[in-house]
Each structure stands twice: as C-alpha cells, then as structure tokens.
T-cell receptor, first 114, second 114 residues
Framework: QKEVEQDPGPLSVPEGAIVSLNCTYS??????FMWYRQYSRKGPELLMY????GNKEDGRFTAQVDKSSKYISLFIRDSQPSDSATYLC??????????????FGQGTRLTINP | EAGVAQSPRYKIIEKRQSVAFWCNPI?????LYWYQQILGQGPKLLIQ????????DSQLPKDRFSAERLKGVDSTLKIQPAKLEDSAVYLC????????????FGPGTRLTVL
C-alpha cells in the first residue's frame, strides 16, 4: 500500500465550477499537509499547507484536513482556465536533524474548460 | 529573486550511457533536494543535502546514481550507466532551512533513455 493515494483523474470541469481534489494517507506520523500545483513542463509550486485538522482558506482555495480519517482535500471555487494543471498532495514528517521529508501523491490532472 | 536553475532542460541518451544534471538553488538556501518524477506519478525524493552534507539518500539507487554538492551551493546528479526505467523528469528543489514547509522547485530535466 502506498503511503499517499491520490486519484490521478483526469478531471475536466466547466469554468466557474467548484472542484474537489482528494488524497488519503496511511502514515499517522505525517504532520504537515500540502498542496502543490504543477503546470505542464514546470516544477511544482506550493499552493497551501496546513498542520492541523480543519479548514484553511486562501482566496478561491480551501484546504481541508481530517486526521481521524487520514483524508485531505483541496477545494477550488469559481474555477478558471488558468487553474488547469496537475495538483499534487504532499505530506511530511519532521525527522531527526529537523529535516522534512515530503511524500507526494500521484497528482490529479485538472482541466477547466472555458 | 531568481528561482532554482537546472540544466540541461532535455537530454536523450542510449541505455548504458552516462548523464549528469546540474542544479543551482536559490541563493542562501541551505537545503537542496533531488527528486525523480516518472510520467504520471508524483515526485519521489532521491537525495537531500543540508549545506554540503547528505541528510537522506535512502531512495537513491547507489549502484548507478551519485550526487554531490560541493561548497554547499550547486549540485550535480549523475547516472552511470543509465537504464530504460530511468526515463523521467529530474527535479531539483531548495529550501531556506530543512524544516521549511515550502520547497522551491526548478523546471526539471527531462531524461529519455532509449
């Protein structure tokens, strides 16, 4: 079983729709939960991160973490064509020497149709 | 602020040949990471440096992969000899400190092994 599972999609929705992206995980030691966005032929860029269970909002994006169910979600409101990208969930645990190790999901390819 | 620089952007080689990738992290970033991203998958950590010391190389195939970070700045990742399954995008990332939640990624080097 993979430590982090993410539905690869692809997911295609019309402009303005609400998008829901999800990941599940098996490692209870994960402490930080992140969402990265990766445009084609580019490296990933951090969208949001959260530490605790609950919701965190940033503009049109809301990250949700449920540690009891080992489930995280990213919601995108009023989706725009510029949101078309691959979305990667990532989780980390702080190891000895304080070093973070990120474990990524497979990524969900999202297309927003005008 | 300049981002993470990587070169070359693309490389095509025959199996059993050697190849090297170069990374220049963001100025002042002490921590440097190399990831392998196979098509359709999330990035997988190969090696993590703190300054010029190795923090984690547990997932680096050491029989064929090597990496160094001389003087704690630039880094080189080498594959010798390459196999077909090494075809992937090799991403370099850096962070200010090892506990930083945000890693900044370069554009990657796309390697094709024929």
């Amino acid at each position: 079983q993979k430590e982090v599972e993410q539905d690869p999609g692809p997911l295609s929705v019309p402009e303005g729709a609400i998008v829901s992206l999800n990941c599940t995980y098996s490692n209870s030691a994960f402490q930080y939960f992140m969402w990265y966005r990766q445009y084609s032929r580019k490296g990933p860029e951090l969208l949001m991160y959260t530490y605790s269970s609950g919701n965190k909002e940033d503009g049109r994006f809301t990250a949700q973490v449920d540690k009891s169910s080992k489930y995280i979600s990213l919601f995108i409101r009023d989706s725009q064509p510029s949101d078309s990208a691959t979305y990667l969930c990532a989780m980390s645990v702080v190891r000895l020497q304080g070093a973070q190790k990120l474990v990524f999901g497979q990524g969900t390819r999202l297309t927003i149709n005008p | 602020e300049a981002g993470v620089a990587q070169s070359p952007r693309y490389k095509i080689i025959e199996k059993r040949q050697s190849v090297a990738f170069w990374c220049n992290p963001i100025s002042g970033h002490a921590t440097l990471y190399w990831y392998q991203q196979i098509l359709g998958q999330g990035p997988k950590l190969l090696i993590q440096f703190q300054n010029n010391g190795v923090v984690d190389d547990s997932q680096l195939p050491k029989d064929r992969f090597s990496a160094e970070r001389l003087k704690g700045v630039d880094s080189t990742l080498k594959i010798q000899p390459a196999k077909l399954e090494d075809s992937a995008v090799y991403l370099c990332a850096s962070s200010l400190v090892p506990t930083d939640n945000e890693q900044f990624f370069g554009p990657g080097t796309r390697l094709t092994v024929l």
